[in-house]
């Protein structure tokens, strides 16, 4: 799964990597959590532009905004079935960027949270899906989800599932939503993992010591 992740690259740099005319001011963040409102990038018709979601889709038929936090990510393998992403997957794809994201893995009884990021440290794009949804009262509340496939045999080691990372390549068939195929996930050998401070499991700790390797006893 993915339920946490970081972005700390400047706005230039999200920017170029993602084929934006323009990126807003975009302060660091180190761990980013569910039910916040996050930086994705959709198809604007004209190119691609940043949007601001809530991290937690919200089906445009749901009553309320809690459903959201049930849906922080969702499977691959099971995007067309499952009513509350079938709209979304025909239609409304994005992604998300992110310099890193953390999983955490049973040491000596304890979780032990990991990083994981590219191995040349590049920012990413994490394979997402849109919604729309409208208040009773009028209020418009855009929202999203990660899609999540097998894991890789680097993550393997930590989780079971993993964040699709698409390659910068097949950014433009994902986001134009003209292809129900999921693009390939980005390969293990591309990527890096190390342990880091417990830290990153509250929160309320969006420091940069979140993203520092520790040394296991």
Not at 35 to 47: F, L, Y
Not at 169 to 197: F, I, R
Request: net charge neutral; aromatic share 8%.
């Amino acid at each position: 799964m993915c339920g946490r992740y970081a972005l700390t690259s400047s706005p230039a740099v999200i920017a170029e990597r993602f084929d934006l005319a323009w990126a807003p001011d975009l302060p660091p963040h180190y761990n980013i959590a569910p039910g916040q409102v996050i930086p994705a990038v959709r198809d604007a018709g004209q190119g691609r532009a940043l949007a601001w979601l809530k991290w937690g889709l919200i089906p445009s038929w749901a009553k309320d905004t809690s459903i959201g936090m049930k849906l922080i990510n969702a499977r691959g393998e099971t995007l067309g079935d499952k009513p509350a992403f079938r709209h979304a997957y025909r239609r409304n794809h994005c992604l998300v960027p992110a310099d890193a994201f953390y999983e955490w893995k049973q040491v000596a009884g304890n979780k032990q949270p990991y990083c994981i990021r590219m191995r040349d440290r590049s920012p990413f794009g994490m394979a997402g899906l849109w919604e729309h949804w409208v208040a009773p009262g009028g209020q418009v509340v855009e929202s999203c989800t990660i899609i999540t496939v097998d894991a890789n045999s680097l993550i393997a080691e930590l989780h079971d599932r993993m964040p699709l990372i698409v390659a910068p390549g097949d950014y433009d068939v994902w986001l134009s939503a003209g292809s129900k195929e999921l693009p390939p996930a980005v390969p293990a050998k591309d990527m890096v993992a190390y342990p880091v401070s417990p830290l990153v499991s509250n929160a309320r700790n969006d420091v940069p010591a979140c993203l520092t390797p520790i040394d296991l006893p």
